[in-house]
């Protein structure tokens, strides 16, 4: 306990700091250190207001215990033992939800996300259940007030996308999404379907935070540069001016191409920011493997292979195999409701990071 106060003691007066210096003109004038501070300041926010109402119940508890073992009167020691059971459970509670906020998050989390879609097994079926995630995503990221664009796309032949690339804006966006990688795997009957059976199909999640170019060092004689005609719309200019951009990094084998842009030059800058993102993950979860292989759920291991969501449009239901939740609001869930499904993973990571003591 006394840890864990002075952990929180300390936390407040490095809040009051920050609370300070977020209205020094010299640290408005710089606004990067002004961005950090404001986003520090936000974050420990929540942490020490749960602070003072903490510290408010333990001093309730040292009175009514106080009253109890003091007090002459017998009405009063009965209603101090009252207000007792109640302040006591609340104190356990609130200690278990301030060590969980206390759990240090990645560093990455506050970055901006590189989201992948990817029809798998199923064929037409898999191409139109990527074009259901696309909205499903889209939607959510919209409730958020997320910003998103598109990077590339490659369209299905029945509708849908074999491929789909987005960018994605906002406060703590891999931080949430990252729980979204690897295989969703959906049960229906599909519209191409004559006789009503219920078939299977996949489409692949793949997450990768976004980087700067200082996160990672590329070597541009390590990178075949190609050049190609675009597909799809685009007007008179598509067909007339080499504008999409194909990247292979040898060293790793990693292929990357960008169409979505009018000019050469800009899909290049977009294709080398999806390369760095691509090789910055293969460091991330190499770094977080150890460290995954130990918890029970596997919660956010970035193993695209792992099947982690089934929708089952029968039953009506969505199940994440990773924490064994189902949920029976599938209507819904695929209209952009997932956040109460993110949540869930978000509080099973939290708490294998507990058990494994990583935090305080």
Known sequence: MSNLLEKLESIAVRFNEVGQQIVDPDIIANMDRYVKLTKEYKDLEQIVLTYHEFKNVLDNIASSKEMVDTEKDPEMR???KMELDELLPKKAQMEDDIKMMLIPKDLEDDRNAIFEIR????????SIFAGDLYRMYTRYFDERGWRHEVLDVTEGTMGGYKEVILKVYGDEVYGLLKFEAGVHRVQRV?????????HTSA???AVLPEVEEVDVTLNPADIDFHTSRSGGAGGQNVNKVETKVQLTHRPSGIVVVCQIERSQLKNRERAMEMLRSKLYDIELNARHGDIAAKRKTMVSTGDRSAKIRTYNYPQGRITDHRINKTMYNLTSFVNGDIHEMIEALKMAENAEKLKEGTSI
Do not use: F
Not at 119 to 126: K, L
């Open 190 to 198: 599909p519209e191409t379907e004559t006789q009503g059976r219920v």
């Open 78 to 80: 009965e209603m101090a």
């Open 203 to 205: 489409a692949t999640i």
């Open 119 to 126: 029809s798998g097994t199923g064929g037409d079926e898999a």
